[in-house]
Structures are given as C-alpha cells and as structure tokens.
C-alpha cells in the first residue's frame, strides 16, 4: 500500500520569503509524484509532477520539487512567496502515471499561509 | 479545451435522501474518478469509471454508486444519505494509453454536499 506524509498542516512565511513543503511517501514500487494546489472554494489544480527521468521537477507558478529515492521524499519548493500562493497544498503518489488501481493516494495537505 | 466540470456545485440534502452529481471531463477524456474530501478524512479515493464500466473502487459502502455514458459524461449518486457524507466530491478525468495506463488526472471545481 502506498501513503503520503506532509510535515506541518500549516505553514507559514513572510511574503518574499522561501516556501518549503514537505513530502513523504511510501511505496512498493517506483513512484509517480504530485502536487496539487487547492484555493478556497475550488478543485484540485495540478502544479507539478514527477513520473520518470530528470528528479528536479519544474511546475507551474514558479514552484518545483525534488525527488530523492533514498529520502522517500518529494519537498516543494519555490524561492519567493506571494501572497496568491496562499492555499492548501497537497502531495500525492500513484503506482501509474495517472493513478493506479487505488487512484491517487493524497497526503493530508498543508495550508501555506503568506504574512504580508 | 474545456476544463472538468461538475454540477450542481452545491447541494443540501436531508438524512435518507438520494443524491445524484454530474461530471463532464475534459474533450477527449474517456476515463473519470470520483473522490471524496472532507476535513476528517481528507481525499479518498471513490471509483473509477472508464469506456462505461467500473474499473476500480475504494473502500466505501454500496450506497455510493456511479455510472458513465457513452459520451464519456459521469454520474455519482448516493442512497440513504447520512451526515458523514457531508463532503466536497471531486470528479477527475484522465486520457487512458493504448496500453491502458491512465494520464494524469485534472480536477473539477467540485460539488459541496451538505446533509442536515
């Protein structure tokens, strides 16, 4: 079975400064790695994803994320906060690209909070 | 391309009700998962429907069923509502490989059910 850690339900930083959110996951076989970003009143956007080749993985807003097999770990990152980044983030894990027979499997989410 | 969309976007329904949601994926998407999330629980993973079959499902009672239409629109309905199925329900579709694999998956905004 897989499973998604995320370290903090709430984060927070100061406009400007560095985001870092944290992921862990479990897994039986080689992962297929996302985060989703969700803003109030609405679904699941997806910011990036890690299924196989380069393990530095660049998304959408400026956000990116490193895998590292031997960390189990999939940590977001972006060098400088805005305050539209607040929003409930979420890492997932799949045995697919897109998901397998379970769907994708959903961390608990952290809640980035911008202090202006 | 249109993104996912799912109606109604809100809903209240009482104890013992049915309740019926629709989902219209992405042009071109033929496979549509259902997901469950609420504050306790978080994202759960419902079904997963595709070519108008049932191709895989969580871990939730049979009062939660779905079904999709030849043209690749989705149905969810739950029977019997009860308090606990208070939720945001997301819908998410995805292209399937020849080989069968799943692409990743886009999410809808979501239908807010709340059950008094």
């Known amino acids: 079975a897989q499973s998604v850690t995320q370290l903090g339900s709430h984060v927070s930083v100061s406009e400007g400064a560095l985001v870092l959110l944290r992921c862990n996951y479990s897994?039986?076989?080689?992962?297929?790695l996302f985060w989703y970003v969700q803003y109030p009143n609405q679904g699941l956007q997806l910011l990036l994803k890690?299924?196989?080749?380069?393990?530095l993985v660049k998304g959408i807003n400026g956000f990116e994320a490193e895998f590292k097999k031997s960390e189990t770990s999939f940590h977001l990152t972006k060098p400088s906060a805005h305050m539209s980044d607040e929003a409930e983030y979420f890492c997932?894990?799949?045995?697919?690209?897109?998901?397998?027979?379970?769907?994708?499997?959903f961390g608990k989410g952290t809640h980035l909070i911008i202090q202006p | 391309k249109a993104g996912v969309t799912q109606t109604p976007r809100y809903l209240i329904k009482t104890r013992g009700q049915q309740v019926t949601l629709s989902c219209s994926p992405i042009?071109?998407?033929?496979?549509v998962s259902w997901y469950q999330q609420t504050p306790g629980q978080g994202l759960q993973f419902l079904f997963e429907?595709?070519?108008?079959?049932?191709?895989n499902k969580g871990n939730f009672p049979g009062r939660f069923s779905g079904r999709q239409f030849s043209n690749s629109r989705s149905e969810m309905n739950v029977s019997t509502l009860e308090l606990g199925d208070s939720a945001l329900y997301l819908c998410?579709?995805?292209?399937?490989?020849?080989?069968?694999?799943?692409?990743?998956?886009?999410f809808g905004p979501g239908t807010r059910l709340l059950v008094l």
């Open positions: 998410a579709s995805s292209a399937r490989l020849a080989g069968g694999t799943r692409e990743t998956q886009y």
């Open positions: 997932a894990v799949s045995d697919l690209s897109g998901g397998g027979a379970d769907g994708l499997t």
């Open positions: 042009s071109g998407h033929r496979s």
């Open positions: 890690y299924t196989t080749g380069a393990t």
């Open positions: 897994s039986s076989v080689p992962p297929y």
């Open positions: 429907y595709f070519s108008e079959t049932q191709r």
